[in-house]
């Protein structure tokens, strides 16, 4: 399995590039995940210079024959990045790899028990989802594609994905997993697109697209206009 580092938007110094080699060692991720394909890091840079503090950015993306684990962190220079989104990886595996050697679904949340903790979303001004880790962050406006952070400048960032439906519990785990505030993934009771997300706390909640009622509700739907 090797390493590729990559930037967007940015070039890469070779001696970063051995550092990330350095840095994340093979043999201690696989221990803790024997089953990785990939391993790739991704290098960003902010040019406002009102974000300063958090310039760089580094995203390590970790593929294998199970969940995607993501972790990502920013600082004032990409080494630090590197730093601090390293720990939050090796926790991450490590979660999983110890769920593994626990019983099935041990400290999971109980698929019976999930609709009891889904609440309502709450959103900002901005039509964005409030938790308690977005609350003060820079205000993000997004447009289709496009993602506006606080007055500029406009960062467009678009990605696309495959992925089987599963289950709400398994959103869940594996929203845990890649250390997000949300998670879109396809129902698989009622096969719609769907979003979990944090709430207060240990809550969640979760949003769901009906896209057929929509079809039915306007006149010359989709199905009439199949039919001529």
């Known amino acids: 399995m090797d390493i590729v ?19 994340l060692k093979l043999d201690k991720i696989q221990k803790l995940d024997g089953k990785v394909i990939s391993l790739d890091v991704e290098v960003s840079k902010e040019p406002n210079p009102r974000q300063a503090d958090r310039s760089d950015r580094v995203e390590i993306t970790v593929r294998g024959r199970g969940p995607v684990i993501r972790a990502e962190a920013a600082a004032t220079d990409p080494y630090a990045a590197l730093d601090l989104a390293t720990a939050k990886l090796e926790a991450r595996l490590r979660k999983q790899h110890d769920k593994r050697l626990s019983r099935r679904g041990n400290g999971r949340i109980p698929a019976s028990e999930v609709p009891a903790a889904v609440g309502a979303a709450e959103l900002d001004s901005s039509g ?19 993602e506006i952070r606080g007055e500029g400048p406009v960062v467009v960032r678009e990605k696309t994905h495959t992925a089987a ?19 879109l993934f396809v129902d698989a009771e009622n096969k719609t697109p769907s979003v979990v997300y944090r709430r207060h706390a240990y809550d969640y909640g979760v949003i769901h697209l009906n896209t057929d009622a929509f079809a039915e509700e306007t006149p010359g739907g989709a199905g009439g206009a199949l039919g001529g």
Do not use: C, I, N, W
């Open 128 to 146: 964005r989802l409030v938790t308690e880790e977005t609350a003060g962050e820079v205000p993000v406006t997004r447009m289709g594609s496009l």
């Open 5 to 23: 580092v990559k930037g967007r938007k940015t070039e890469v110094p070779e001696r970063f590039r051995k550092h990330v080699a350095e840095k």
């Open 165 to 183: 439906p599963m289950s709400l519990d398994q959103a869940l785990y594996e929203m845990e997993l890649v250390g997000h505030d949300f998670y």
